[in-house]
């Protein structure tokens, strides 16, 4: 019988709360992330790129994308390989122009149509959604950067 007063000590209901709440904490944070696999493959590289549309005036249509490959006198993108942008609807998508099969490839995308090619490996992407087609060597998406379209400035931001 003393055993069992000992243990009714030790088991309180404050130390269940503690216990499910550290139990919670640690599964939140040791959950995955869905985009882990194409940060891992391309690699976050600082963009923060402000275009006048008055400028770019291709990007005032619909699926009529640009490769964007100097602002402010740099090269943007991983590796300088630049920034694929097209208004898609009313809204806008932005992709880094290096090819996910390889990386570390000294050429970038290139646009065809609404497609964007690697020269080397002639992997295809869709703009619209930034996947690749299947007879495609890339196994990742193109990686996606976010928009913010000014319609008082006619300016579009592009950033991460």
Do not use: W
């Amino acid at each position: 019988m003393a055993k069992f007063k000992l243990m009714r000590t030790f088991i309180t209901k404050s130390n269940l709360i503690y216990f499910f709440g550290s139990l919670v904490i640690l599964l939140t944070f040791s959950g995955c992330s869905s985009d882990k696999d194409i940060n891992e493959i391309i690699p976050n590289t600082v963009v923060d790129i402000k275009l006048p549309l008055n400028y770019y005036s291709d990007l005032n249509y619909a699926n009529t994308p640009i490769h964007i490959t100097n602002y402010n006198g740099r090269r943007p993108g991983y590796m300088g390989h630049g920034i694929i942008v097209m208004r898609v609807g009313d809204q806008f998508k932005a992709y880094d122009a290096t090819c996910t099969h390889d990386p570390q490839s000294p050429e970038s995308l290139e646009i065809d149509g609404i497609t964007a090619v690697c020269p080397i490996c002639e992997s295809t992407f869709d703009l619209f959604s930034g996947n690749y087609f299947d007879n495609s060597m890339a196994q990742y998406p193109l990686k996606e950067y976010q928009t913010f379209y000014s319609v008082s400035t006619n300016t579009l931001r592009i950033f991460n």
